[in-house]
């Protein structure tokens, strides 16, 4: 049973445009929500994360936009640009899991110069 | 600061043969200590985790197994690696949600 999925295994966007990655989650009990950025062949590292008490956390060109009614979150990058090209993992925690994070499956974003 | 090292970066390995991955963490006391695992063109799959030295807790049944020796050291072992190992492995370390995990820079590990 995945409590967090990423339904959109990759994206592809032109430099400039914005990259909206999505994810949704069953667990009404999550409450923290955070995404990472991961290249190849290195370790995941963490982008921006989302209190449930916000719908929205921004920094710089990325947004993060959540929707507790719906359990959906997303990740806007404006503009995006080709070092943006990476697989995005949302991830989520709260309830009786506490700390610990369930990752979606990673959505792999590809910006074309 | 807090660093994470882990090692080797790279390994080829045959069918069959033991498994040792280390992971150390620099700049913090007690943390949890995790060990993903990546396959191709997968997600992020938890293997084990550890919230203390000598506690552990596995995720899914599988031919590994790991062992926190020191507060800040976390093993990952198999005594006969099998060709379904392959993947690239990862560990974390946590130390309370707000910061999330911080992540190593992974193993490849190819069996073949």
């Known amino acids: 049973d995945q409590q967090v999925k990423q339904n959109s295994p990759s994206l592809s966007v032109q430099e400039g445009r914005i990259s909206i990655l999505n994810c949704d989650y069953t667990?009404?009990?999550?409450?923290?929500f955070l995404w990472y950025k991961k290249y190849p062949a290195e370790g995941p590292t963490f982008l921006i994360s989302?209190?449930?008490?916000?719908d929205k956390n921004e920094d710089g060109r990325f947004t993060v936009f959540l929707n507790k009614s719906a359990k959906h979150l997303s990740l806007h990058i404006v503009p995006s640009q080709p070092g943006d090209s990476a697989v995005y993992f949302c991830a989520a925690s709260g309830g009786n899991a506490g700390n610990m994070l369930t990752f979606g499956g990673g959505t792999r974003l590809m910006v074309k110069p | 600061s807090q660093t994470i090292h882990q090692w080797p970066a790279t390994l080829v390995q045959p069918v069959g043969s033991p498994l040792s991955l280390e992971c150390t963490v620099e700049g913090t006391s007690n943390p949890n200590l995790y060990w993903y695992r990546q396959a191709a063109g997968r997600g992020l799959q938890l293997l084990f985790y550890?919230?203390?030295?000598?506690?552990i807790s596995s995720e899914v049944p599988q031919n590994l197994s790991a062992s926190r020796p020191q507060d800040r050291q976390f093993i990952l072992s198999s005594k006969k690696l099998l060709l379904s190992d392959s993947g690239f492995y990862l560990c974390?370390?946590?130390?309370?949600?707000?910061?999330?995990?911080?992540f190593g820079s992974g193993t490849r590990l190819t069996v073949v």
């Open positions: 974390a370390w946590s130390i309370n949600r707000d910061l999330g995990y911080t």
């Open positions: 989302i209190s449930s008490i916000k």
């Open positions: 667990n009404s009990m999550f409450d923290y």
């Open positions: 550890s919230v203390g030295i000598g506690q």
